[in-house]
């Protein structure tokens, strides 16, 4: 039977009040043919999460409105492997209510890390062999975070990778010692000519209007995208949970994004993967979607992205043709035209500039 995951914005909610509503939802689950199977309390910020197995979001619905006379923000099937991945394991289940081994309580909060590697593709040696060195990198990369408790997504066919981690301080400790040991191979010949950027987040297990940590996954590879090479990008919220001090993370090659940049990002990233394909798509259009002018949509998008608005939508287009090439299930002439470019020509020589390979070699490499 399916999994479903809800979320509840409940201001100033107990732990006292959450194992209430759990009885009561029990108590009227066989009727519904759900199972209320446990949940996490996040007082602090007034939210909590349920876990239910039911035949469907509906019948979940129902034994919720009938127990608590209330409805979920939002309800979202989870698949079972991306459950065990971020929730599942090192559970101590009391009555429902999901605490660490520590006895503390399971906020549902976790910590996200998205570490890209950078190298040229216009390497000499062959491409088995460019492969071989990225992919050994990336093995020793997911060592440490395995060191720390953390989880990976690994990316096979690309050169990132996801680490979920329970507690900020693993998340920080971590990516200070990715840092350090990337940083460091770069003394072995055969890693030096590959880079690296980081981005960090908390995630909550389901938003208002997203899915199962969709929101947490976005966010930490945009904060990775608009780092600075060798840069560590984290949102103020990580940086306040992991009780640092601004120097600190300043001088560990940090650079904290503040909350309203953050929105400003993500309204920015979502505004323009869904126009990408729009050859019209400027800088005027993208200023009246952020209600912002043409200075500030400047000066905001350079400050955050150390490039401008034409530049930065330039950009997204290319590095969005990159993983299409990677894919292989279009040709060039179709991929720029899927990310705004009517001229293929055109489209190659920037793509070119961009990334020092022309599409159609790249395309072949990658076959």
Not at 207 to 235: H, K, M, P, Y
Request: hydrophobic share 35%; glycine share 6%.
């Amino acid at each position: 039977m399916p999994i479903f995951m809800d979320f509840h914005d409940l201001p100033e909610v107990t732990i006292e009040d959450a194992q209430k509503a759990h009885l009561r939802d029990v108590s009227v689950q066989e009727k519904y043919k759900v199972r209320y199977l446990q949940y996490w309390i996040n007082e602090k910020e007034g939210k909590a999460y349920c876990l239910i197995e039911g035949p469907n979001k509906e019948a979940c619905q129902a034994t919720h409105r009938e127990a608590n006379g209330i409805e979920a923000c939002n309800l979202v099937e989870v698949k079972g492997g991306m459950y065990d991945l971020f929730l599942g394991d090192n559970q101590k289940i009391d009555h429902g209510l999901v605490r660490h081994f520590n006895g503390e309580v399971d906020t549902g909060y976790r910590f996200i890390m998205s570490l890209q590697f950078i190298r040229p593709l216009s390497l000499p040696s062959p491409k088995k062999a460019r492969n071989k060195m990225a992919d050994q990198l990336k093995l020793e990369c997911i060592g440490i975070v395995e060191k720390y408790d953390g989880r990976d997504i690994n990316q096979p066919e690309d050169d990132t990778f996801i680490g979920i981690f329970r507690t900020p301080d693993a998340a920080l400790q971590c990516s200070l010692d990715l840092r350090r040991h990337i940083l460091g191979s770069k003394g072995n010949t055969k890693y030096k000519s590959i880079n690296f950027k980081m981005g960090l987040c908390v995630g909550q297990p389901v938003t208002e209007d997203q899915g199962f940590f969709e929101e947490a996954l976005n966010l930490a590879e945009i904060l990775c995208n608009i780092a600075r090479v060798s840069e560590i990008n984290t949102s103020r919220f990580f940086s306040q949970l992991s009780n640092l001090k601004d120097q600190i993370f300043e001088n560990n090659g940090f650079r904290i994004v503040e909350a309203q940049d953050v929105g400003f990002l993500i309204s920015l990233y979502e505004f323009i993967r869904k126009n990408l394909r729009k050859e019209t798509l400027s800088v005027d259009e993208l200023g009246r979607e952020m209600a912002v002018s043409r200075a500030q949509l400047y000066r905001k998008i350079k400050t955050l992205t150390g490039i401008s608005p034409n530049h930065f939508i330039r950009d997204q287009r290319l590095d969005r043709a990159m993983n299409l090439i990677k894919k292989g299930d279009s040709n060039i002439s179709e991929i720029a035209l899927e990310v705004g470019f009517n001229n293929p020509s055109y489209f190659s020589k920037c793509f070119q500039n961009r990334f020092g390979i022309s599409p159609s070699k790249l395309k072949i490499a990658s076959s």
